[in-house]
């Protein structure tokens, strides 16, 4: 679950040969994508109800951190 407590990796495992990643933030809060150590203040902002289109490699980790304690309804998908 992504929430404020500390970074998480999305996904957790890559998809082999991943070219595409989509995240889509279904909570009300914000959600911040960055690299390693993401916080408020260095990542990316994904709005609540927002989807983001990356092009990333499976080399490629984005991390993801919340604005609140509550845990956020985070989807990815991947494609190869």
Same mark, same amino acid.
């Given at each position: 679950?992504?929430?404020?407590? +500390? =970074?998480?990796?999305?996904?957790? $495992?890559?998809?082999?040969?991943?070219?595409?990643?989509?995240?889509?933030?279904?909570?009300?809060?914000?959600?911040?994508?960055?690299? $390693?150590?993401? &916080?408020?203040?260095? +990542?990316?902002?994904?709005? +609540? +109800?927002?989807?983001? $289109?990356?092009?990333?490699?499976? &080399?490629?980790?984005?991390?993801?951190?919340?604005?609140?304690?509550? &845990?956020?309804?985070?989807?990815?998908? =991947?494609?190869?």
């Amino acid at each position: 679950a992504v929430d404020d407590s +500390g =970074e998480v990796a999305l996904p957790t $495992t890559a998809l082999a040969g991943r070219r595409t990643l989509i995240v889509q933030n279904l909570s009300k809060k914000n959600v911040w994508l960055g690299k $390693t150590g993401v &916080a408020d203040t260095s +990542g990316i902002r994904l709005a +609540g +109800g927002a989807t983001m $289109t990356l092009d990333l490699g499976d &080399a490629v980790t984005l991390y993801a951190i919340g604005d609140d304690a509550a &845990a956020q309804d985070i989807r990815v998908l =991947e494609m190869a």
